[in-house]
């Protein structure tokens, strides 16, 4: 039983590490909080709280949620520390060995955090509250506010796909989602709160319908129809679940920005058997070829990992020469991190770490020399640019449908507002290019 009594005039503090669908969930978490009185932290103020929810996608994502953990308990040194998400999920017992930390939450406890908060009494070691991954379940709606604009609406969570390199499964359980009905709901509250823009987010949005017996195409075809949501972003979508139907509707759609993220991971046909990825290059290259031929001025990101097991020098060559003939906008590169107990760990060739490095490079020029020859494409071009709410003392920016960002001096007349805009040149840190002008 809760006793609502000990939340009273208590504040709150909340840290996201990790991959958007994270901060849609320490949204969701605040809510929660704030519905019961405990109010978010003001600027210099202690919490009384701290929420921590974290990511384990590497190594390094580990290190900085243990770094992350021990700062917020020296800033905080009385509060009632709280840590969930993926890391938390994956080694609970290495984040209640933390000092200062009191209670552990996994994936399916963090949207029920009410129920294990008790008095807030600080714990001489914290306690875990977790489950095994084949026992999570529940799906839990999230929809949050991004730092300016946009909103994250989570569709669905978890993943069957048991990659090789992949501990995802392991921490978010099996592939589940709401219900399309439930997804529209939550757009038009986003209309009602005066957003525009929607992310839809999840580990594998693509799979969505095992929880209801819906589609993916059936939910972008219903949330096109939410009249006030002036576009739809689809975010990371595997190639063998983006289908040409999609493809086509989207560049038929009201609402559906032009803009693609499609995880590659390998241009490797040899990696990615080793991966036990669900596609080869054969079919990647045909959906970039199909969303080119109905979606010509479409932003197209794709995922990339370098320096996996079995990559030896002759197969990243084979993905070096494979990602350079794609048409795409932007690399977003991963250098690969060793995850335990995944089935990576049993294929013999290592790559060294002065190895991924240079591979990791020689990707990351190609990512520069294709998003300046997308943006160059784009300038004189008038495209619609949705204005978000600057930080102090810059430079407003907003995105177009197809995910360039534009810089405009400041305007307050401007924000979440959508415009007209006529591309213009690169802004200094060639980051950006700025509007020639600008059509209410």
Do not use: W
Not at 191 to 220: A, M, P, Y
Not at 380 to 387: A, D, N, S, W
Not at 416 to 429: E, M
């Amino acid at each position: 039983m809760i006793d609502y009594n000990t939340f009273e005039n208590k504040t709150a503090a909340y840290y996201t590490l990790g991959c958007k669908l994270n901060f849609a969930e320490t949204s969701s978490i605040g809510k929660l909080l704030e519905e019961c009185g405990i109010r978010r932290v003001r600027a210099g103020e202690s919490a009384d709280i701290c929420v921590i929810n974290t990511c384990s996608v590497t190594e390094l994502a580990d290190k900085k949620c243990r770094q992350a953990i021990r700062r917020i308990v020296r800033q905080h040194p009385e509060a009632f520390i709280v840590v969930t998400g993926c890391y938390a999920q994956l080694k609970p017992e290495d984040v209640a060995d933390i000092p200062g930390v009191d209670l552990i939450l996994g994936a399916e406890q963090k949207l029920d955090i009410l129920y294990y908060l008790g008095d807030l009494h600080k714990k001489q070691h914290g306690d875990i509250v977790t489950t095994g991954s084949e026992d999570i379940r529940t799906f839990s709606p999230s929809c949050s506010k991004g730092d300016r604009t946009r909103y994250f609406l989570k569709v669905q969570d978890g993943c069957n796909y048991f990659c090789t390199y992949c501990t995802i499964p392991f921490a978010r359980g099996r592939s589940r989602n709401g219900s399309i009905d439930s997804m529209v709901k939550q757009a038009e509250e986003v209309v009602r709160n005066g957003g525009k823009e929607i992310v839809l987010t999840g580990v594998n949005i693509g799979d969505f319908g095992h929880s209801t017996g819906e589609t993916f195409f059936d939910l972008i075809k219903a949330l096109d129809s939410v009249e006030g949501i002036e576009r739809f972003r689809i975010s990371s979508i595997e190639p063998n679940l983006l289908t040409d139907e999609m493809i086509d509707y989207v560049a038929t759609s009201k609402r559906f920005a032009p803009h693609f993220h499609i995880p590659l991971q390998s241009g490797s046909d040899d990696v990615l058997k080793l991966m036990h990825r669900r596609y080869d290059t054969h079919l990647f290259a045909h959906k970039i070829e199909r969303v080119r031929m109905v979606l010509p001025d479409a932003f197209i990101g794709i995922d990339l990992i370098v320096g996996v097991r079995g990559e030896t020098e002759k197969l990243f060559e084979e993905t070096y020469h494979f990602v350079n003939s794609l048409d795409v906008s932007q690399l977003h590169v991963f250098t690969y991190s060793e995850r335990p107990n995944t089935q990576a760990l049993k294929i013999s060739h290592i790559v060294t770490s002065q190895e991924k490095h240079e591979r990791c490079r020689k990707m990351l020029e190609i990512s520069e020399q294709k998003l300046q020859k997308f943006y160059e494409k784009q300038q004189g071009k008038l495209r619609p640019v949705l204005f978000e709410h600057p930080k102090k003392g810059m430079l407003m920016h907003g995105f177009t449908d197809n995910y360039i960002r534009v810089e405009v001096p400041y305007d307050k007349n401007l924000v979440n507002k959508r415009c007209l805009v006529v591309l213009g040149d690169f802004n200094d840190a060639k980051d950006a290019l700025k509007a020639e002008q600008i059509l209410e």
